[in-house]
């Protein structure tokens, strides 16, 4: 009867932890609204400067000094 009553109550537990992980991830009416969604959303960045170029490779951008020219990361 010990052993029963052990797997019942780790049946339990077990059962109980789910649920709430199942709360955790439960979405509600408001927050799957579009404007809650346009709220929470990143903003869209450039991720090449103008993509492969003549001397640079995407991510990096032609810069020249006073005596030479290089590539540097885009910003």
């Known amino acids: 009867m010990r052993k029963f009553a052990m797997t019942l109550a780790a049946a339990a537990l077990v059962l ?9 991830q439960a979405q509600y009416a408001g927050a799957a609204g579009i404007h809650a969604q346009l709220k929470n959303a990143t903003p869209i960045e450039q991720a ?9 490779p995407p991510g990096y951008t032609r810069v020249c000094g006073p005596y030479r020219c290089w590539c540097r990361p885009c910003y």
């Open 16 to 24: 109980g932890v789910t649920s709430m992980a199942a709360k955790a």
């Open 48 to 56: 090449a400067c103008r993509g492969f170029g003549p001397y640079c």
